[in-house]
């Protein structure tokens, strides 16, 4: 049997992703801060053995308490989904909040990688979820926007540098789903257009796909999101953020 661990799985897309991984034999980890949610997503998951662990990824300890479960206990695959972002403009958010999205959007991605790679086998699997946003700006969201872009081009790199050791990187780009992210950053779901948006269901879907098929180092989820991107191609870089503009949550005030 399969092991994986799932961060930021308490709900959304990280607990339907652990859903039908566990559907599919993987025993399963949910880490996430919240443990009453914790406790109640484990009971829905398909199967026996699966566990939690309450990690508060922005706290040091915690952090470092996931990194040495890592290194005692072997997994086939972490899933870096916790992240967090908030909407508004620059100045008008507080700046010690958006340090603290840029510490577990990127540096507790990054000290978790760190701690799975050091022990992964040929075989394993490390997913980073970033955005379509890694792809795009987002005015109003703008420190959400960059550290996505970070983790699409940190794991890309990572993909080239364990390739030939048979250990599968990948980067996972979904766009706008209807999960909690969006009022967890201060906006909702509605703000987007409908057709931008997928469910979580279909998000995962892929994810899971993604990683059974190990082709990709950055894949962008949904028809409709590769679509849109295909369109800003041919655009001068000046349009396409005057549309991303116009359609943030966080530029709406």
Do not use: C
């Amino acid at each position: 049997m399969k092991k994986v661990l799932i961060t930021g799985a308490s709900g959304g897309i990280g607990l339907e992703t652990a859903r039908r991984l566990a559907a599919q034999n993987y025993q399963v980890t949910l880490v996430a801060r919240n443990e009453a949610k914790l406790n109640n997503a484990v009971t829905t998951l398909d199967g026996a053995g699966h566990t939690v662990l309450v990690a508060d990824l922005t706290n040091k300890d915690d952090l470092q308490k996931l990194v040495n479960h890592l290194k005692t206990e072997k997994y086939d695959a972490l899933i870096n989904n916790a992240g967090a972002g908030i909407y508004g403009k620059f100045i008008e958010v507080p700046l010690v909040d958006q340090l603290a999205g840029m510490q577990l959007n990127m540096d507790a991605l990054v000290t978790l990688s760190y701690g799975f790679l050091q022990n992964a086998k040929s075989g394993d699997t490390l997913v980073n979820i970033g955005s379509l946003l890694a792809h795009s700006s987002l005015p109003g969201g703008a420190v959400y926007a960059a550290t996505k872009s970070f983790v699409a081009n940190f794991s890309e790199s990572l993909w080239y540098e364990f390739k030939q050791k048979g250990i599968f990187v990948m980067g996972f780009n979904p766009g706008a789903a209807n999960s909690d992210f969006h009022a967890n950053a201060g906006g909702h779901a509605s703000d987007f257009p409908k057709f931008v948006m997928s469910s979580v269901e279909d998000v995962a879907k892929e994810l899971v796909s993604a990683m059974g098929k190990r082709r990709k180092p950055r894949v962008v989820q949904g028809w409709k999101n590769r679509f849109m991107l295909f369109g800003f191609k041919l655009l001068n870089r000046k349009s396409a953020i005057n549309i991303m503009g116009q359609i943030s949550p966080g530029m709406q005030n």
